[in-house]
């Protein structure tokens, strides 16, 4: 509240749309901007997130998970990927940077093209989940819905059994 009496966003910028301050940005933002504001704890970031949220729900939050997309990928892959039905193309990649349009742009270096039951690896079906270039936020987040349903119904006897010395090498490095 020191920092950011009048909330966290910039107020030089006037009343529009700020994603540089969306919530999640304080992961990276605040320990780079005021490093040490929280004094000692082992991941500014997230505990800076995890205050923001409590105070803004008026919520005690103690605990906080992180998931590791890396770890994610390959647990996917330790249980041989997942089968989803894709709607529509979902790009790989891309960033519009400063707006679409700008110097700083990057379009996608592909897309998972549309149809039913594909089978995608832990690359693709991280892609599957986070996608965002050109969609919108509720589709990426029904494709993250749909993904992790994918993954939960992937998940059987034979695979934990055979695949147990993956899935658990992979699970260490997936949640702190």
């Given amino acids: 509240h020191k920092i950011y009496p009048d909330g966290y966003w ?3 910028k006037g009343n529009v749309e700020q994603p540089e301050y969306y919530l999640d940005s304080m992961y990276d933002n605040i320990p780079k901007q005021h490093p040490g504001v929280l004094g000692q704890t082992d991941n500014m970031g997230a ?3 995890k205050l923001a949220a409590s105070a803004a729900l008026g919520l005690d939050i103690d605990y ?3 998931v590791n997309l890396a770890g994610f990928r390959q647990i996917i892959d330790a249980l041989g990927g997942i089968t989803v039905n894709v709607n529509y193309r979902v790009p790989i990649g891309g960033d519009y940077g400063a707006g679409p ?3 700083s742009e ?3 270096s ?3 093209e549309p149809g ?3 089978k995608l690896d832990g690359y693709h079906a991280l892609w599957f989940a986070r996608g965002r270039y050109g969609l919108s936020d509720p589709s990426r987040q029904e494709r993250q819905r749909c993904t992790i349903h994918a993954l939960v119904n992937s998940v059987n006897p034979a695979t934990l059994v055979t695949k147990y010395q993956q899935i658990a ?3 260490k490095q997936l949640l702190r």
Avoid: E, F, L, R
Wanted: no cysteine; glycine share 12%; aromatic share 8%.
């Fill in 106 to 108: 990057k379009k996608p």
């Fill in 64 to 66: 906080y998970m992180q």
């Fill in 10 to 12: 910039d107020p030089s």
């Fill in 116 to 118: 039913p039951n594909q």
């Fill in 101 to 103: 349009g700008s110097n």
């Fill in 169 to 171: 090498s992979a699970g």
């Fill in 47 to 49: 505990d800076a997130v």
């Fill in 110 to 112: 592909g897309y998972i």
